[in-house]
């Protein structure tokens, strides 16, 4: 986060990521993606490929694109 401050020749504030508050509270009916709620820890997403495509989907993109793995 520090280079992108930087990048952009602003100070840097502090940043507590394990304790994130939501400041907006929102639900729009009808939308999808669910209430906009979010985390209050940021952390990386675990990869849930065969959760969200199907197993079966999931490795025929694998195996289509595993060459890209040898570049």
């Known amino acids: 986060m520090q280079a992108i401050w930087n990048y952009l020749n602003l100070e ?3 940043h507590d ?4 508050k939501q400041s907006t509270h929102e639900h729009e ?3 999808p ?5 979010i985390r209050s820890q940021v952390s990386a997403a675990q990869a849930d490929w065969n959760t969200v495509l199907g197993e079966q989907f999931s490795e025929k993109i694998h195996q289509s694109f595993k060459w890209i793995n040898e570049l």
């Not at 993606?33 to 709620?37: T, V």
Request: aromatic letters at 26%; hydrophobic letters at 35%.
């Open 12 to 14: 840097y504030p502090d």
């Open 17 to 20: 990521f394990n304790d994130v």
């Open 29 to 31: 009916l009808g939308w």
């Open 33 to 37: 993606y669910g209430d906009h709620a």
